[in-house]
């Protein structure tokens, strides 16, 4: 049997057995071998065929492993419902104090409140909104 087609038959039960594990540490494995079976079919000595595997393996595993790990798992939660609206901007509707106020976020009027209670803050600025506290956005004037 040529030495590539064991290369390549090494490759796909690793792949195979990466659908069991996904933990994307024998599908890497399975590159390294699919490195040395292309090593092989160009003619390569045995010992260049296992080195060229060995390290094939290696850099898919500390190279593209993370970066596959970190799209499929994702670096964070995604931010839904309420929790999206933080760190939004607002336009100001209605003057924000410490107590009331009106504020034009995400396409809705919304109560708000000031989060620093000694602004006051004018009808069209600009405001970020620092939490939601029940149905009332608690906004700050970054701009004063």
């Known amino acids: 049997m040529q030495a590539w087609l064991i290369w390549l038959i090494l490759a796909a039960v690793l792949a195979g057995a990466e659908s069991l594990s996904l933990d994307l540490v024998l599908i890497m494995c399975a590159g390294g071998a699919a490195a040395g079976g292309i090593s092989a079919a160009a003619g390569a000595p045995p010992a260049v065929q296992i ?44 003057k924000v104090d410490a107590r009331d106020g009106r504020v034009r976020l995400g396409g809705s009027e919304w109560s708000a409140r000031a989060y620093d209670e000694t602004q006051v803050i004018p009808v069209g600025s600009s405001v970020q909104v620092i939490e939601i506290s029940g149905a009332t956005a608690v906004v700050w004037d970054s701009s004063r």
């Open 51 to 94: 080195a060229i595997a060995v390290a094939g393996a290696l850099a898919l595993l500390l190279f593209l492993r993370p970066v596959a790990k970190r799209h499929l798992t994702g670096s964070g939660t995604a931010r839904t419902g309420i929790d999206a609206l933080i760190g939004t901007q607002a336009v100001v509707t209605s």
